[in-house]
C-alpha cells in the first residue's frame, strides 16, 4: 500500500514564527502536492513537485515556499506565519507526470496560527 | 477554466438505501475523474479512478461512471451503511496539467 505521512497532526504556532511541514512518500513517486483546505473553499492547491528540487506554483502559493531535496519528501515552509495561513495542509502524492494514476493523501496537518 | 459541482451539498438518507452522488465539470478535456472519500478532521482516501477512455468502475458497493461529453460523473452506493457516513469528493485531472480540480463535496450521513 502507498502510504503517505506528515509529520504532526496538529500543530500551534504563533504569528509570525517560521513553520515547516513535512510529508514523505514511500512509493518512489515523482508528483508530490500541498494543499490547504479550508470551509466552504474547499481544497486548493498551494505547490507541487514533479522532480527533485523542481517545484511549480499551485493557486494559492503567496506566503509559503516548498522544498524537495528527495524524492520521497516535500515541505512547506510558512516563513512568516499569519493568522490567515490557519488551516488543514494535505499533503498528496502520484506515480507520474502527466499520469493518468491516483492520487494519494496524507492524513493532514490541522495547523492554528495564533 | 475548469470548474467542479458537486450537488447536494450535504445528503441525509436512511441505513439500507440505494444513493447517487453527483459531479459536473465545466471542460471535457480531462485524463481523468477520481472519487474521494474523507473523514472528519482525516485525510482523503481515493475510492474509485475513471479513465477518460472509460465509462464506469467498481469496487464492491461502489459504482463510478463518467459521461465526459456531459461533462457528469456519479458515484453510486448500494445498500448505504452508517460506515459510509463521510464528505465525498470528485476531482478532475485536466488534460495537459499536473494538477487535479476539486469539487467542494457532499456530506454524506446515513443513519441507522
Known amino acids: 500500500d502507498v502510504k503517505v505521512t506528515q509529520s504532526s497532526r496538529y500543530l500551534v504556532k504563533r504569528t509570525g514564527e517560521k513553520v515547516f511541514l513535512e510529508c514523505v512518500q514511500d512509493?518512489?513517486?515523482?508528483?508530490m502536492f500541498w494543499y490547504r483546505q479550508d470551509p466552504g473553499l474547499g481544497l486548493r492547491l498551494i505547490y507541487f513537485?514533479?522532480?527533485?528540487?523542481?517545484?511549480e506554483k499551485g493557486d494559492i502559493p503567496e506566503g509559503y515556499s516548498v522544498s524537495r531535496e528527495k524524492k520521497e519528501r516535500f515541505s512547506l515552509i510558512l516563513e512568516s506565519a499569519s493568522t490567515n495561513q490557519t488551516s488543514m495542509y494535505l499533503c498528496?502524492?502520484?506515480?507520474?507526470?502527466?499520469?493518468?494514476?491516483?492520487?494519494?493523501f496524507g492524513p493532514g496537518t490541522r495547523l492554528t496560527v495564533t | 477554466k475548469q470548474e467542479v459541482t458537486q450537488i447536494p451539498a450535504a445528503l441525509s438518507v436512511p441505513e439500507g438505501e440505494n444513493l447517487v452522488l453527483n459531479c459536473s465539470f465545466t471542460?471535457?478535456?480531462?485524463?481523468?475523474l477520481q472519487w474521494f472519500r474523507q473523514d472528519p478532521g482525516k485525510g482523503l482516501t481515493s475510492l474509485l479512478l475513471?479513465?477518460?477512455?472509460?465509462r464506469e468502475q467498481t469496487s464492491g458497493r461502489l459504482n463510478a461512471s463518467l459521461d465526459k461529453s456531459s461533462g457528469r460523473s456519479t458515484l453510486y452506493i448500494a445498500a448505504s451503511q452508517p460506515g459510509d457516513s463521510a464528505t465525498y469528493l470528485c476531482?478532475?485531472?485536466?488534460?495537459?496539467?499536473?494538477?487535479?480540480?476539486f469539487g467542494k463535496g457532499t456530506k454524506l450521513t446515513v443513519n441507522p
Open positions: 471542460d471535457s478535456a480531462i485524463y481523468n
Open positions: 513537485s514533479y522532480d527533485v528540487k523542481m517545484k
Open positions: 512509493m518512489d513517486h515523482e508528483n
Open positions: 498528496a502524492s502520484t506515480l507520474g507526470r502527466l499520469s493518468s494514476y491516483e492520487q494519494y
Open positions: 476531482a478532475v485531472l485536466q488534460g495537459g496539467s499536473e494538477k487535479l480540480v
Open positions: 475513471i479513465q477518460s477512455s472509460q
